[in-house]
């Protein structure tokens, strides 16, 4: 009986849980049918026979009606395996090309923010490099006693906080040395 009870338990979660198809048909419909006449017999006619001391004719049974269910339930069964083992190569078949596709996505997107990451380091190097050219330029403008010269502010970040310092500084020069000369 604790056989019988597993094999309808197992019946029951593949009822639920297989997707229809062949395998499905064969599991659930294919193979039921000869394991029920096969716990049937052993039911209805192996154990009384038994219980009634007849081994010949238990024997009988054995070899006769509960073989030929047991191998027609086989014959499904091995056709089940086949039917899995095909299933089995189909998905793994599909994860293989679902795991190349994304690996050449994850190279692709790692390419593109390689590439993007270097054109905006270049981006932003040419600005930091650019500003601070026009700094030295007009420190050295500066220096050299031209203080005319301003540097031009943008937004609010770093660079516009020191051109606002150094304008200040030189327009304070400038106001400085112009009150020197009128004085």
């Not at 338990?9 to 049918?33: I, M, N, T, Y």
């Not at 031009?152 to 970040?157: A, E, K, L, N, S």
């Amino acid at each position: 009986r604790q056989l019988e009870n597993q094999y309808v338990e197992r019946h029951v979660f593949w009822l639920k849980d297989l997707p229809d198809g062949e395998l499905r048909q064969a599991l659930l419909v294919d193979s039921f049918g000869p394991a029920q006449k096969f716990f049937a017999a052993v039911h209805q006619e192996l154990m009384p026979t038994l219980y009634n001391g007849d081994r010949a004719s238990a024997e009988k049974l054995a070899k006769g009606v509960l073989r030929d269910h047991y191998e027609q339930h086989r014959k499904v069964i091995d056709r089940i395996v086949e039917l899995a083992t095909q299933q089995v190569v189909r998905d793994e078949l599909a994860t293989r090309q679902l795991i190349a596709y994304r690996t050449k996505l994850l190279v692709g997107l790692g390419v593109s923010l390689a590439l993007l990451v270097t054109l905006s380091s270049e981006f932003l190097g040419q600005q930091i490099s650019s500003r601070l050219e026009q700094t030295v330029q007009v420190l050295g403008a500066v220096a050299k006693g031209d203080l005319q010269q301003r540097l031009p502010t943008r937004g609010h970040d770093e660079f516009d906080h020191m051109a606002i310092a150094l304008n200040q500084a030189v327009a304070a020069s400038q106001s400085n040395l112009h009150e020197a000369r009128e004085a």
